[in-house]
């Protein structure tokens, strides 16, 4: 029997926050591939409308069941994506160097995103069947060490160092969250700074340079150091107001690259300037906010570890792409959630976004 306390639940709020970011985002993407409309701009501006309708689709589906119900399917969940993990390095399709893509008839997408989803279901499990007062040691989380180093290691194979960092970053806030001794935590620096030379030569040629790049723009700017500078040059050159719709002279002239995708958010300094920025940054930290909420509100451990999980996967893509267009991070490749082009993204973080909503819509339940 239908409970109506869910549709009393329904929270228009989150809803109408994902409204607004998706209609900036097409109204940007529109502006970043306006000079080829008749080439490959136009497709890529229609195929993102379509994206954003099929993930508000599965959205809307991620909230018919109840959330509860994947505590069960966690580890299934987790064993397929795997699975599509390795299927990519054998059968995947190799783009700009990397072989990230599965091929599905017409279509093609990304096991990674995947990945994302299910890392967190297995943890939310794992830590919800724990008390909220138990003190972690490191020999306490060699489960979920283990958990998430198989899908990372599988990712930098790839290599997608980008997926990868945001995955291990994304895992570590829920961690933090559970409560773990300051001892262990003070091992785990030390160590993880003790291997970070072997992790370094572990890097592939390209991904040493954007580093380097990183520490000293100035070093190659025609070459590893192109993409930072001219989109420093764009989001400068916005100031205050920004130059208005469809005038950056960066975004026209295609001197900055990638511009539907990783450096989408520079399109936008460009042309709405300082306050534009500003207003995209606080609608994400609402989202960031009110997920969090909702976190808090869950009747149930599982529920609000799946949920502060799905905020880390939000905020952390944020900070890790507005950091890479401003030279604050070295450049890995991440697009900005909800906002560059990309199926795969996209259609993860609507799902995510979805399992958010269940979350709060049932807040008056108790597991």
């Known amino acids: 029997m239908f409970d109506r306390r869910l549709i009393q639940n329904f929270d228009w709020v989150l809803l109408l926050l994902l409204l607004i970011v998706a209609a900036i985002s097409i109204l940007n993407l529109y502006s970043a591939t306006y000079a080829t409309h008749n080439e490959f701009g136009f497709q890529v501006f229609v195929k993102q409308i379509y994206w954003f309708l099929i993930g508000f689709i599965l959205f809307f589906l991620m909230t018919t069941f109840n959330y509860y119900a994947l505590e069960r399917l966690a580890y299934p969940i987790y064993f397929f994506s795997i699975g599509l993990l390795v299927l990519v390095l054998i059968v995947g399709k190799t783009a700009s160097g990397s072989q990230r893509w599965l091929n599905l008839g017409p279509v093609s997408f990304q096991a990674s995103e995947l990945a994302k989803i299910a890392i967190l279901l297995v943890l939310a499990k794992f830590f919800s069947e724990k008390g909220w007062h138990q003190e972690y040691r490191l020999r306490d989380l060699w489960q979920p060490f283990l958990l998430i180093s198989i899908p990372t290691a599988l990712i930098l194979k790839e290599p997608d160092l980008g997926t990868a960092l945001l995955l291990v970053v994304v895992s570590f806030s829920i961690i933090l969250l559970?409560?773990?001794?300051?001892?262990?935590?003070?091992?785990?620096?030390?160590?993880?700074?003790?291997?970070?030379?072997?992790?370094?030569?572990?890097?592939?040629?390209?991904?040493?340079?954007?580093?380097?790049?990183?520490?000293?723009?100035?070093?190659?700017?025609?070459?590893?150091?192109?993409?930072?500078?001219?989109?420093?040059?764009?989001?400068?050159?916005?100031?205050?107001?920004?130059?208005?719709?469809?005038?950056?002279?960066?975004?026209?002239?295609?001197?900055?690259?990638?511009?539907?995708?990783?450096?989408?958010?520079?399109?936008?300094?460009?042309?709405?300037?300082?306050?534009?920025?500003?207003?995209?940054?606080?609608?994400?930290?609402?989202?960031?906010?009110?997920?969090?909420?909702?976190?808090?509100?869950?009747?149930?451990?599982?529920?609000?570890?799946?949920?502060?999980?799905?905020?880390?996967?939000?905020?952390?893509?944020?900070v890790i792409n507005v950091g890479m267009v401003t030279g604050l991070l070295p450049v890995v490749g991440n697009p900005l959630v909800l906002f560059s082009y990309g199926g795969s993204s996209l259609i993860s973080t609507m799902a995510a976004t979805g399992l958010l909503m269940n979350i709060s819509m049932r807040r008056f339940m108790f597991q």
């Open 178 to 318: 559970v409560k773990v001794k300051w001892k262990s935590l003070a091992i785990l620096v030390v160590s993880t700074l003790s291997v970070a030379p072997f992790i370094w030569s572990g890097l592939k040629e390209y991904q040493r340079l954007r580093v380097l790049t990183f520490l000293r723009p100035e070093m190659d700017p025609l070459g590893a150091g192109y993409h930072i500078n001219q989109s420093k040059i764009a989001i400068g050159s916005g100031l205050f107001w920004g130059k208005g719709f469809l005038k950056g002279t960066q975004t026209r002239l295609h001197f900055l690259p990638e511009q539907h995708t990783d450096f989408a958010f520079s399109v936008l300094a460009e042309e709405w300037g300082f306050m534009g920025s500003v207003i995209l940054l606080l609608l994400y930290l609402f989202l960031v906010l009110w997920g969090l909420k909702i976190a808090m509100n869950s009747k149930d451990k599982f529920g609000s570890l799946l949920a502060v999980g799905i905020v880390a996967i939000i905020f952390w893509q944020v």
